[in-house]
């Protein structure tokens, strides 16, 4: 049987008659950019994280770039983040014209170890990104207090984690402000790029919304040396529709993740923590872990079961940080680069897809 590892069609399958629907008002009302639609999402997206503004930009990187430069963070600075996230949250605050400056991960949740965040701290750090990694909560109890005592602004990543929750509390609702990516693979994702920044500061969501519109609040006058960032309104349409779906589509992806949980019994296999003790995922990846990972990627495939790396090439071993991580060493994220493995996870699996992943995994042998 052929596994997929991702596809949208299930999901868009289900939604179909109003995507249609929202294009054709879109076309109809002719307005492309920051209308009605992009307004709407906006309330309605704040509401669903429990915060009091959204403002819609045009990616999850512009997102957290925006806000960085909405508090006023730039060179001179720097910005702690982990150091096996995507390349994005990093280039963020180099485009900022801050120093983006590397903490290791725990090993077992994947996300940022506040022990770690403790050490990384110097007086030039103005901030600490902590990441919701593949979709669960990064600890965010102990990494505000840091901040705070630090006098440090938390600045949440929350790309992979639209509708998860820690201790009660939703993603996003957390530091002083946070990062969306709408992204067509996200939980909640365009049929396009798309970002969102979330935050309850009034003043830094207007400088946002600023920033992010070539700097101008009124048009042709520019208060700020701004950016051209701006969720359109045909992608606002679609994500307001999938937004009402988004907690059922969720569930789904939870119950993937306890079918997987429970069936994978490869003792060659380290599968991701589970949910519990104030964690709720929403499982935006599901990462395995495997010291032959090559050889299980080289055996799924061959059981017709697709996978994905995530990400197979730390930041500071890009070519583009190189020079700036020298002599520096990141053993987990190193680790983790090397031994994990994404397996098939999307809304709509068939249960005969779930148990054949869950057989493939299984049949794996080290050699």
């Known amino acids: 049987m052929e596994v997929a590892f991702s596809t949208f069609r299930p999901m868009h399958e289900e939604v179909r008659e109003e995507l249609e629907e929202a294009m054709r008002r879109v076309m109809e009302e002719s307005w492309y950019i920051r209308g009605k639609e992009c307004t709407e999402l906006e309330r309605e997206f704040a509401r669903y994280c429990g915060c009091r503004f959204a403002v819609g930009v045009g990616n999850?990187?512009?997102?957290?770039?925006?806000?960085?430069?909405?508090?006023?963070?730039?060179?001179?600075d720097e910005v702690i983040l982990p150091s096996n996230t995507f390349i994005?949250?990093?280039l963020a605050v180099s485009y900022a014209g801050a120093t983006p400056v590397l903490a290791e991960p725990d090993r077992k949740t994947y996300n940022l170890n506040p022990e770690n965040l403790g050490r990384a701290i110097t007086g030039r750090t103005r901030a600490v990104i902590p990441v919701h990694l593949y979709g669960r909560p990064a600890d965010m109890e102990p990494i505000l207090e840091i901040a705070e005592n630090h006098g440090l602004f938390v600045i949440e990543d929350a790309a992979q984690a639209h509708g998860a929750r820690y201790r009660g509390r939703k993603t996003g609702s957390f530091g002083i402000a946070a990062g969306f990516s709408f992204y067509p693979g996200k939980n909640l994702g365009a049929l396009g790029d798309g970002g969102c920044v979330t935050t309850n500061d009034p003043d830094l969501a207007e400088k946002v919304r600023v920033l992010s519109n070539y700097g101008s609040a009124v048009r042709y006058h520019h208060l700020l040396l701004g950016t051209n960032s701006r969720l359109d309104e045909l992608q606002a349409a679609f994500l307001r529709i999938k937004l009402k779906k988004l907690d059922q589509w969720?569930?789904?992806?939870?119950?993937?993740?306890?079918?997987?949980?429970?069936?994978?019994?490869?003792?060659?296999?380290?599968?991701?923590?589970?949910?519990g003790d104030g964690y709720e995922s929403v499982w935006h990846i599901f990462a395995v872990r495997c010291r032959q990972r090559d050889a299980l990627e080289n055996w799924l495939r061959v059981h017709g079961i697709?996978?994905?790396?995530?990400?197979?090439?730390?930041?500071?071993?890009?070519?583009?940080?190189?020079?700036?991580?020298?002599?520096?060493?990141?053993?987990?994220?190193?680790?983790?680069?090397?031994?994990?493995?994404?397996?098939?996870?999307?809304?709509?699996?068939?249960?005969?897809?779930?148990?054949?992943?869950?057989?493939?995994?299984?049949?794996?042998?080290?050699?």
């Not at 999850?60 to 001179?76: F, K, N, Q, T």
């Not at 990141?330 to 054949?356: D, N, V």
């Open 60 to 76: 999850g990187l512009d997102a957290l770039y925006l806000i960085l430069r909405a508090l006023g963070i730039g060179e001179g």
């Open 250 to 275: 969720n569930q789904e992806r939870k119950r993937i993740a306890s079918l997987y949980l429970d069936g994978i019994k490869n003792p060659a296999v380290i599968l991701p923590t589970r949910d």
């Open 306 to 367: 697709g996978t994905a790396k995530h990400y197979p090439i730390p930041i500071h071993r890009q070519e583009a940080y190189r020079e700036q991580y020298r002599g520096m060493a990141f053993p987990i994220a190193e680790e983790l680069a090397k031994t994990q493995l994404s397996l098939p996870m999307f809304y709509g699996m068939r249960e005969e897809e779930i148990q054949a992943v869950i057989r493939a995994v299984n049949t794996f042998a080290e050699r």
């Open 88 to 90: 994005a949250t990093a």
